[in-house]
């Protein structure tokens, strides 16, 4: 562990990235605690550009947008968060068990998940979720179903690799279980890669996000970034902030997932990346 935190260390690009992360959770947990201002709270100056009383300005509702972008905060993470763990989960448990087991349950579910990989997944997403109805917890499933497909070909290809390494069969000849053998020395062994590739997922999953709320498919009720896009586009010209600014929040925290994913893979895997 020691030496993967100085591998990581060692990518200025991840580390800034994991510090920018890091402060976003930080202000989302701390700020509402020391000031506990309702984001939806009207001032009575709307479109008030930036200033000392309203940092970054309000919305055409008298809102203040610094509130709204902290706000905006817990549901791009949360989903983010949420959608790469479903995800990875079902990723894992899918490829670990075609990867060791193969037959014919290892190439039907292959098949299904190479299925998954060609299809669009924004426009399958926008196109289930608008079918269900707005919902996090709708976008979060939705998200996740889309995304195992990754998760599990990796994982069924570092599984059949990691199998096949003679310590496994020195444990096969201990008398253990195949499933015992699969959980407790394969996926272990095998995980590497999949962490790397759920970092990358959380940016994706944050940005799908935005892009359904952008374009209205998500609850009225739920601060987003998307949504306060698709508010603020009708007034790019004479408020800008409501627009750039949250574009500039979702561009930053997907390229921070990014890099953090990026770094993660050397750290993981130097030998791929030629350290």
């Known amino acids: 562990m020691r030496e993967l935190f100085q591998r990581l260390a060692g990518s200025p690009a991840g580390f ?7 402060l976003l959770i930080v202000v989302t947990i701390v700020v509402p605690l020391v000031h506990s201002v309702n984001p939806m709270a009207i001032s009575g100056n709307a479109l008030f550009p930036p200033s000392a009383q309203h940092l970054l300005g309000t919305d055409e509702l008298g809102r203040d947008v610094l509130q709204l972008l902290i706000h905006g905060v817990r549901v791009s993470l949360s989903v983010g968060l949420l959608s790469a763990l479903v995800a990875s989960v079902l990723g894992v448990l899918i490829g670990a068990w075609a990867g060791y087991f193969g037959g014919r349950i290892d190439m039907f579910l292959m098949r299904v998940a190479e299925i998954f990989q ?62 015992y053998i699969l959980i407790r020395e394969v996926v272990p062994n095998a995980l590497r890669p999949v962490v790397a590739l759920g970092t990358l997922i959380v940016g994706q999953a944050i940005l799908i996000e935005a892009s359904l709320s952008f374009l209205g498919l998500s609850s009225p009720d739920v601060i987003s970034w998307g949504g306060m ?47």
């Open 16 to 22: 800034i990235a994991g510090g920018f992360i890091l």
């Open 118 to 179: 060609v299809l669009p997944t924004f426009v399958l997403a926008a196109v289930i979720v608008a079918m269900l109805g707005p919902g996090t917890t709708r976008v979060i499933a939705v998200i996740a179903i889309l995304a195992w497909p990754q998760i599990a070909l990796v994982m069924r290809s570092e599984v059949y690799r990691v199998k096949q390494i003679d310590f496994v069969d020195a444990v096969r000849c201990l008398g253990y279980s195949e499933i």
């Open 229 to 275: 896009l698709n508010s603020g586009q009708r007034y790019l010209f004479n408020a800008w902030w409501l627009s750039v600014l949250p574009g500039i929040a979702i561009f930053l925290t997907v390229l921070a997932f990014n890099f953090i994913g990026d770094a993660l893979n050397a750290a993981l895997n130097p030998k791929d990346t030629g350290r």
